[in-house]
């Protein structure tokens, strides 16, 4: 892949995900505004998680139909129009259907964009190349709430969405502007042509596929952890956003050696490491009774979380067949999603049961089961695993 084609991924990434981090801390504020109560402005709010998790599967589809590239572009423009529609939105159900298709879009705009560089970088540069771009997304999500509120302080709440017009609008320029790598011809989808992708690969999705669901699970939980161990702990909000935001930083610091690590050494290198420091990590939480120790478990969920970064993007791209590699990963995603949806309401039914501790407990144990997952299920071989492996690939002509 050539810089500017790079350019054409990573920075409308990095753009894109600002815009959604601005847009995400509001959603349920903006509810509020409209007269939503408590209960409905968390509805809202998840409504963006759930038109992702709706999506994409159809993302495959419309990748597929369009090429990478193009459906990167139409998804930001489509974004624009419904970014503006939540600014201009007077009702709880325009703002909340608004941000159902976001979410939806969303997963077209994540998908094209793993899929065009899983298909544009070479074989041993492909982790680097994906865990980069799942680092700049997090830089990205970690900008996005700061930014936001600096034009919140200017105007008002509905100043994010306007934010984040601005840089869906700029995301779509910069895909415009650079002209694609690969070639793409349309190719018609039919209607169930994504129930005979995962029919032909059903065993790689009941194998690696589960170990997806628990590393998205334990992942999606780190974001929900901390802020209520927080307010179990009688923290103020201003301390939490700070242990969190700790957090987020030490995870953002590992994107570019955990894809160097999978490229030279494989996979598990990376992965495993990973999700045993994320339980490490929860393990820890509980234990903590003020700031300090609270901060320290932090950083250790953040160092596990970041030591995987992309993990999954990569294992994706290394699985999906090229004929119908968008497809593939729309289910691939899907069940990444899906995780990431039940990790935090594992950690609610432990809390309703009258133990958020167990509940947190509970999540180190599906990141133990994940690490365990991962050695099952993920494929060896690397052309760097070992002296035989790296001769065979030179042989082949992969290396230098």
């Known amino acids: 892949m050539n810089r500017s084609a790079a350019w054409a991924v990573y920075l409308p990434v990095l753009v894109f995900e600002t815009g959604m981090g601005a847009v995400l801390p509001v959603a349920a504020l903006s509810a509020v505004d409209l007269g939503a109560s408590l209960a409905t402005a968390g509805l809202v709010v998840a409504l963006l998680a759930i038109g992702q998790i709706l999506g994409d599967v159809p993302a495959g589809a419309v990748a597929t139909r369009l090429g990478d590239r193009r459906a990167m572009l139409v998804a930001a423009c489509i974004a624009v129009v419904l970014l503006v529609g939540a600014a201009l939105a007077r009702e709880v159900v325009v703002l909340g259907g608004c941000l159902l298709l976001l979410g939806a879009v969303n997963a ?224 691939w995603r899907l069940f990444q999603d899906s995780g990431n949806a039940a990790g935090p309401l594992l950690v609610a039914a432990g809390a309703a049961l009258g133990s958020l501790a167990g509940g947190i407990l509970a999540m180190a144990g599906v990141a133990v089961a994940s690490a365990a997952a991962l050695i099952r299920w993920v494929p060896r071989w690397s052309v760097h695993a070992t002296p035989a492996t790296r001769q065979r690939a030179r042989e082949a002509g992969l290396l230098d």
Not at 117 to 135: C, H, I, N, Q
Not at 196 to 210: A, C, E, P, T
Not at 271 to 298: D, I, K, N, Y
């Open 108 to 331: 077209v705009f994540t998908l094209a964009r793993q899929s065009y560089l899983t298909e544009t970088t070479p074989v041993l540069k492909r982790a680097r190349a994906l865990s980069t771009l799942a680092g700049l997304q997090r830089v990205g999500t970690f900008i996005g709430p700061f930014a936001g509120a600096a034009v919140i302080h200017l105007t008002d709440v509905r100043a994010a969405y306007w934010l984040a017009v601005g840089t869906s609008a700029a995301a779509a320029v910069v895909v415009a502007l650079v002209p694609d790598d690969v070639a793409h011809e349309p190719r018609a989808v039919s209607a169930d042509s994504a129930r005979r992708v995962f029919l032909d690969h059903r065993q790689i999705f009941f194998s690696l596929g589960l170990a997806v669901v628990l590393v998205g699970a334990a992942r999606g939980a780190r974001q929900t952890v901390l802020p209520l161990w927080a307010e179990h702990l009688g923290l103020p909000p201003a301390t939490t956003s700070i242990v969190v935001g700790i957090s987020g930083g030490v995870d953002m610091l590992l994107f570019y050696p955990a894809g160097k690590l999978m490229d030279v050494r494989g996979r598990l290198w990376t992965a495993v490491p990973s999700m045993l420091v994320l339980a490490l990590g929860f393990a820890l939480l509980p234990l903590s009774a003020g700031v300090v120790a609270l901060t320290g478990a932090a950083m250790v969920i953040g160092l596990g979380n970041g030591m995987g970064s992309g993990i999954l993007m990569t294992l994706g791209a290394d699985v999906a067949p090229a004929a119908t590699r968008a497809q593939f990963l729309g289910i």
